[in-house]
């Protein structure tokens, strides 16, 4: 069965090559055919039974283009692409999912037929992509559980999909064997989030970490952490949530936590150092780094802020530069910081910061020591 479907999903690849190269060949420069007009309409698919209580929303225009979105006014696109018929089935390519656009190189599409009824049967395909989730078409927990789009009918009461909870930071703390564990997760606009744990250890101050992408859905929090599966946590009000999280460092086993929303986050620890200029200069750096691992940097009096992931126990330091220009905050900024490294031989030291001067982009290698 698997061969059979790895096999489809080649062809099915191969035909969106295809469908690609020949479209808009025509003369005319009018839609291949009739088929995209056929099943331009508006759809929902219900996710429930597939593991994931979500309502989602897709639109096919006239055109061969479709979209994605968690709402009927289609205002937010989660993922898009263009569609095509081949071989009684219909392709569609993503050009864009989650704001990062795509290729047909990447390899990303799904299928569908039409049903009788109109509807739109996804099960022919492994997945559908959904901002940052990938939605299975089948469940192993709800083996008759299929991925349908249905037309949307006039009459259509779109479930209810406000939700209490807040981007911003949410702290937590843990204490065992007389050692305090200060848990933070901070939930970005971007769709990511940082979970830092930051505690004392033999007069030491140590960090561990993890980042991932998030989303929400009524009362229900969803993480996928970098290179792990997908948890699931819950919002209890616009302030409390419940956290599936590694409540100490070296836990084989996660631990669900009750996290509270905090309003300002306190300074953790300062820093101080050396840059070395493009001429060979040095000049003096200090950092700050807050509790939800947010930090602020000053070399030459220009101050930049952003997130700074700092993982004492994998020496690794990682640089999130809120954005230049709108001073958006989140993971999935477009940085050219590469990381650095971490070292507690004596005090605490992180190596290879790279900091800005001034308003232009040009970056110093610096290094920052804890302050006593």
Known sequence: MMKKRKARKELVLAAALLALGTAGCSASGESQGSDTKDVANEYYIDLTDLGMNLTIYLQLDEEGNFLFSNTLDFETNKSSGTFQASDGDYIMVYDSINGEEKSVSDGLTSTFEVQEDGSLDFTGCDYIYYGSAKATTTSEDHPGAKLI??????????????????????????????????????????ETYLHQISYEENGNLKFAWETGNYGVN???????????DRLSGAVADDSTLTVPVIAQPGDDQRSELEFTRIQEPGLLAEFEGKGTGTEGENFDVTLKLYSDGSYETAADGFVETGVLVVGTEDSYVKQYPDHPETGERGLNQVSTVPPGICSQEGSLTLEELRVRRSEGLTRYECSVTIKE
């Open 149 to 190: 789009a249905y037309i949307v009918p006039e009459n259509y009461d779109a479930p209810d999909t406000s939700t209490e909870f807040q981007t911003g930071s949410y702290e937590a703390e843990v204490r065992k064997e007389n050692i305090t564990y200060r848990h933070s997760i901070s939930f970005y606009e971007d």
């Open 218 to 228: 009524i009362d229900q929090l969803a993480l996928e952490p970098e290179g792990l």
